[in-house]
């Protein structure tokens, strides 16, 4: 039994193992910086509140892509609005966004026949599945945050320290924060065909909080993190294809799993 | 011109978080090289006021010039500690690293951080006695080392106009008199200093202080004032 056979033997597994792995990488880029500003709530809630937008472009015969698009962007659009209008706490808008944008979502879906079906299809995504058109787009996602991350370093890393900081230094933290969050989205919504909402989610927080237990640097982190996600996409592959596991879940397991190791070795270095 | 300009003018000023809690009007005007201590209990808006003249917050009425022109253009010309720095104990920053990011502002985007920049750092870590744990991970320093390291970021800016939100809480004694040392040299390179200060004898050393009261503020010589209000109490 070997680790590479499956991919080998199987062309369709290894283009889930390409689209695992660009994924994994957009993710461990803003999966840092979410990490690393306590953003992991809006993650999550973005994650999920491209539901309703998904399942309403389904419906329409629209491509779910643009459903996502417009699903995140009613996200963001709203937790700012609460921000700006109220006192309350950011955490409070994301929940109430998050669940009422939860909950449209089902309620669309419910319309539809398959109705389980294509909620585990959102959720869970067809890692299986994933064509050469996925591939290409997820690449030029790829590219492109990797080219703003770099490109904006300086910015992200006052606006991680302070966001006061950040506008003393002559930069816009709103604008940034936004961008940021839109760099989210965009992962959540190239990424979510191939491996499903709530894959995204777990490869977005799990290798960078992993990476940040041990790295001393941003670009580290980030290089930390996309190696330990896309080494969850293998070996979660792998145990779909050996063990018959759900092959999505089997990926943000590991990618978990991962995390709780590296604690508990981080806690033996300590101690030694 | 910046010799003919006030480094902060401010007519009639009002600021405050929500209109409904506003500062009374401010009237002071410092020339470079000037040093102005901000004096009032607690909620008179010492605060405010700073994070006002650092552009952080809007002035509600009056106007307000900083270094010639608006607080927000000012903004790369002038340095600003808050009172309250929290670093993010996840944050992958060594004390240095957040001292070099003085020069993220003036280098923007691509700009190398060049030799000299580096030896800014160092000599503003120097200058603070923080040189010796800059290599460690901020999270790991006490708080009086953190804020050391945070005046060295705040020396580092060489700015034009310097803002201080309570600099000398959590140090020590040697750090206090490096903090006295640093900013004398800040004032005879001809950097304007505003410091939000309890301790009436600082502010009594400042050439001007600014008493915020409830109802009224009152602008002028530091020593004069200073001791104008032992005569309140």
């Known amino acids: ?272 | 011109m910046s010799e003919t300009h006030p480094s902060v003018r401010a007519v009639h000023l009002h600021t405050g978080y929500e209109r409904s809690n506003v500062l009374p009007a401010v009237d002071l005007e410092l020339f470079p090289g000037h040093s102005l201590a901000l004096v009032g209990g607690n909620g008179s808006g010492k605060t405010a006021l700073l994070r006002t003249i650092a552009g952080l917050l809007a002035p509600i009425s009056g106007r307000l010039e900083v270094l010639g022109t608006t607080p927000i253009k000012a903004v790369r010309r002038l340095a600003w500690l808050g009172q309250f720095t929290t670093t993010n104990p996840l944050l992958p920053l060594r004390g240095r690293d957040v001292v070099r990011m003085a020069f993220y502002g003036e280098r923007g985007l691509w700009k190398r951080i060049t030799v000299s920049d580096e030896l800014v750092v160092d000599q503003a870590l120097e200058a603070m006695g923080a040189a010796e744990f800059a290599r460690q991970p901020i999270s790991d320093l006490s708080g009086g080392q953190r804020q050391r390291i945070y005046l060295s970021y705040v020396l580092a800016r060489r700015a034009e106009l310097v803002l201080l939100d309570e600099p000398m809480s959590n140090l020590d004694s040697g750090g206090m008199l490096k903090y006295y040392k640093a900013v004398t040299a800040l004032g005879l390179r001809g950097a304007t200093v505003i410091t939000a200060t309890h301790n009436l004898e600082d502010a009594a050393d400042c050439d001007f202080a600014l008493v915020l009261g409830a109802e009224e503020s009152r602008f002028g010589p530091g020593r004069e004032l200073v001791a104008s209000l032992g005569h309140h109490h």
């Open chain 1, 1 to 272: 039994m070997s680790l590479l056979q499956p991919f080998l033997d199987n062309p369709f597994l290894l283009t889930a193992l390409t689209a695992g792995v660009l994924a994994a990488c957009s993710c461990a880029i803003v999966g840092t910086y979410m990490v690393l500003r306590g953003l992991s709530f809006i993650g999550d809630a973005l994650s999920h509140g491209v539901l309703p937008g998904v399942a309403g472009a389904l419906l329409l015969g629209f491509p779910g892509l643009w459903g996502a698009a417009v699903g995140s962007a009613a996200m963001i659009g709203g937790i700012s609005l609460i921000g700006r209008r109220t006192r309350l706490s950011g955490d409070t808008a994301i929940g109430l966004l998050f669940v009422g944008m939860l909950a449209l979502g089902v309620v669309i879906v419910s319309r539809s026949n398959s109705f389980s079906g294509d909620l585990i299809k959102i959720l869970f995504g067809e890692i299986l599945g994933s064509t050469m058109a996925d591939l290409m787009l997820q690449s030029t996602a790829l590219a492109l945050l990797g080219f703003l991350a770099w490109l904006l370093r300086r910015p992200f890393l006052l606006l991680c320290f302070s966001p006061e900081h950040a506008q003393v230094s002559g930069y816009n933290p709103k604008a940034l924060h936004v961008l940021m969050l839109t760099m989210i989205a965009t992962t959540v919504i190239v990424s979510f065909q191939t491996v499903g909402t709530m894959l995204v989610f777990g490869l977005l927080v799990a290798p960078a909080a992993t990476a940040a237990l041990f790295a001393r640097r941003m670009s580290r982190i980030m290089l930390v993190a996309g190696s330990l996600g896309s080494l969850s996409v293998f070996l979660g592959l792998n145990a779909s294809y050996w063990f018959n596991f759900a092959a999505g879940a089997s990926i943000t397991v590991t990618a978990v799993a991962l995390f709780f190791g590296g604690l508990f070795v981080k806690g033996l270095v300590q101690r030694v």
